[in-house]
């Protein structure tokens, strides 16, 4: 099941933060970037973050779970804590690093 844009939206409108939000669309469902870097991977109406050690601490209550089939486990947010998410993302883009460039064959 695909990924509804409002949910998306209300995802971004979450995220506190004075950067720039921004998202992609890939396979029916969305990447959320912050300053272009992925933060926030949205699957069926849930939002999932990567499993890393700088948001262990605040994630240690949290379910996980696979945003799609051969994926990696991920934690899943609760988006209605806008406190959380925005926490979230600022610790997650400091250590994600934008992506390269591909080129194109």
Do not use: W
Request: with cysteine; glycine share 4%.
């Amino acid at each position: 099941m695909a990924s509804d844009i409002g949910f998306v939206d209300y995802v971004i409108d979450q995220i506190r933060t004075s950067d720039a939000v921004t998202y992609k669309k890939m396979f029916g469902e969305y990447l959320i970037y912050v300053n272009s870097k992925p933060t926030v991977l949205v699957c069926d109406n849930t939002a999932f973050v990567k499993v890393l050690d700088c948001i262990k601490p605040l994630m240690e209550d949290a379910q996980t779970g696979f945003p799609y089939e051969g994926a990696k486990e991920h934690y899943i947010v609760d988006v209605d804590d806008s406190e959380l998410l925005s926490k979230l993302v600022e610790e997650i883009e400091k250590v994600t690093q934008v992506p390269k460039k591909r080129a194109k064959k």
